[in-house]
């Protein structure tokens, strides 16, 4: 989740840490976004976000930084890192808008994180490419949701996560690739962590779970960046065998709940939203992994959590750690 909230997301913080809570979650660690408009820089966002947020949280929260096109707030983030926000996000795609970064920024902005030790979180895929193939679908008037996935091709995000890894290797920036979806992306990612290098990389139960067949039932509700992948399950099982493997360090949900009228419109252009499928516990068997790299995946792995130093981090006896247990024919059962 982002703060501040944008007016279409459907929850607020308090109903957010509620549910959390009520997951047996202990702490929260939300996107904080900068006023660029007016030149914000970081450290004011922090304080005006932890003054804004306390009366707000029912959980421990910690604080994780976006960073959007805007050259000037790399200079604040020295301060922001010596305030405790230690990892950050950036976008190599979402051209139409502030999102997308140019290389040149990115590799700024890994250098500052990881002369402070803290962590780097890039998502990955070919903005430019994406950008043309999404004008060229337009124009020839390819806008039905089941047109969007071929727009954004699965070597585009392989390109991007090579990019990414170069980029970390350059800057010695601890680097995690988040939602990855393809083989091709899994493969480099493989290649570069058995060089040694930190890398980790997370994927989500949409890419575990579903394929682009769902954009022809499902339309905009189904669409995602990056997007769900073909039919043949090439990329879905190569992201059970990266669970499987220890390559996937962790499930993550890329949660950012907007209302059914706010995606409808979706049936006639291929603008990308957000889901959240049913978790990937829910059928181990229909791939060639057991539950327990999924159960390892969901609540601990050999990864920095953002918000926190680039560290292992792993549930240990005598650690503090809060584990849900969920079965389809059992009661759920949290242990903290």
């Not at 966002?45 to 096109?69: C, F, S, Y």
């Not at 962590?193 to 989500?204: D, M, R, S």
């Not at 068997?285 to 390892?296: E, K």
Request: charge should be positive.
């Amino acid at each position: 989740m982002q703060y501040p909230l944008a007016r279409e997301y459907m929850e607020d913080w308090r109903t957010l840490g509620t549910a959390a809570a009520y997951a047996g979650l202990t702490t929260i660690i939300p996107f904080i976004s900068y006023a660029a408009a007016e030149q914000e820089t970081f450290p004011d966002a922090i304080r005006r976000a932890q003054d804004e947020l306390r009366g707000e949280l029912v959980l421990d929260a910690a604080l994780h930084g976006m960073i959007v096109n805007t050259p000037y707030v790399l200079d604040s983030l020295p301060e922001a890192i010596r305030m405790g926000v230690t990892s950050y996000k950036m976008f190599m795609t979402y051209k139409k808008g502030p999102n997308m970064s140019p290389d040149a920024m990115i590799i700024r902005a890994m250098a500052v994180v990881a002369r402070a030790g803290g962590l780097m979180q890039l998502h990955c895929e070919s903005g430019d490419v994406l950008d043309y193939l999404q004008d060229k679908a337009v124009a020839e008037g390819r806008v039905h949701p089941r047109d969007f996935p071929a727009t954004c091709p699965p070597w585009t995000e392989a390109e991007a996560v090579n990019r990414a890894i170069l980029m970390g290797a350059m800057t010695d920036c601890p680097t995690y690739v988040v939602h990855l979806s393809t083989l091709e992306g899994i493969e480099r990612i493989r290649q570069a962590q058995a060089k040694g290098q930190a890398v980790w990389t997370e994927t989500c139960p949409q890419y575990l779970l579903l394929d682009e067949s769902e954009m022809e039932r499902l339309g905009p509700f189904a669409k995602i960046g990056p997007p769900l992948r073909p039919a043949d399950g090439l990329n879905q099982q190569a992201m059970w065998d990266g669970l499987a493997q220890g390559a996937i360090s962790i499930v993550a949900s890329d949660h950012s709940p907007k209302s059914k009228e706010r995606k409808e419109p979706g049936w006639k252009n291929i603008s990308s939203g957000r889901t959240a499928p049913p978790s990937p516990s829910a059928r181990p068997q229909r791939r060639r992994c057991c539950r327990s790299p999924t159960a390892r995946a969901l609540p601990s792995a050999d990864c920095p959590s953002p918000g926190s130093r680039a560290r292992s981090r792993r549930t240990r006896r005598g650690s503090s750690a809060s584990i849900r247990a969920r079965g389809p024919s059992a009661r759920d059962r949290t242990r903290t």
